[in-house]
């Protein structure tokens, strides 16, 4: 069956602009997770949702991110007024509520200008 | 001191080495995950445990909850297995996943 999917898979902006991601995760998995991958570092948790409530915001970096699911599927990550520092690869997974595999998206890449 | 720790950061063997890739937690978990990251990015689960141990082809995973220690082995290593492999705690009560550092394993023909 259909996996994980985001998009853009590449996404290049400016300084200072708003950008969305998207993630469609696999049909049925309730839990859906947000997670960033710096140039060099490791993954860091961003944002869970379970159904379309955001239980576990914790890792956000600052109120310039925010995000949203509709419909239990597909969520949006939003960055407002970009900067250098969000450049990343912003990946999503999805899985059934509780100790589940995680299934990864293939990332969108970040690159801010 | 990091959540979860993983040791070697690089390894680099030769075709058919017996590998281990160690991962050690200091948090209360549901599960302990492994995944593999090849060039390119794409991540994929392998295991996902919460005791004992589970074996998929050449690959074996196992987890001493009380030691709070994992460890993942390839037998008969192929340049194939050339990724990085990332530990990740599943914390208890929570959903969310805790990353190691990551293992960059490199297998030389």
């Known amino acids: 069956g259909a996996g994980v999917s985001q998009s853009p898979s590449n996404k290049v902006t400016e300084k200072g602009k708003d950008v969305e991601l998207r993630c469609d995760p696999i049909?049925?998995?309730?839990?859906l997770y947000w997670y960033r991958q710096s140039l060099g570092q490791g993954l860091e948790f961003l944002i869970y949702?379970?159904?379309?409530?955001?239980?576990?915001k914790s890792g956000l970096p600052s109120d310039r991110f925010s995000a949203e699911r509709t419909g239990g599927s597909v969520s949006t990550l939003t960055i407002q007024r970009t900067q250098q520092e969000d450049s990343a690869v912003y990946l999503c997974?999805?899985?059934?509520?509780?100790?589940?595999?995680?299934?990864f998206g293939p990332g969108t890449r970040l690159t801010v200008t | 001191k990091n959540e979860v720790e993983q040791s070697p950061q690089n390894l680099t063997a030769q075709e058919g080495e017996f590998i281990t890739i160690n991962c050690s937690y200091s948090?209360?978990?549901?599960?302990l995950h492994w995944l593999q990251q090849h060039p390119g990015g794409g991540i994929v689960s392998l295991f996902m445990?919460?005791?004992g141990k589970k074996k998929h082809g050449r690959l074996i995973a196992t987890i001493n909850i009380q030691e709070k220690h994992s460890s993942l082995h390839i037998t008969a290593s192929h340049p194939r297995d050339s990724a990085v492999y990332i530990c990740?705690?599943?914390?208890?009560?929570?959903?969310?996943?805790?990353f190691g550092q990551g293992t960059r394993l490199t297998i030389n023909p």
């Open positions: 990740a705690a599943q914390i208890q009560g929570a959903q969310k996943l805790v």
């Open positions: 049909s049925g998995h309730t839990a």
């Open positions: 949702f379970q159904g379309n409530s955001a239980p576990d």
């Open positions: 445990l919460s005791s």
């Open positions: 948090v209360g978990i549901s599960a």
């Open positions: 997974a999805s899985s059934y509520y509780g100790p589940y595999e995680q299934y």
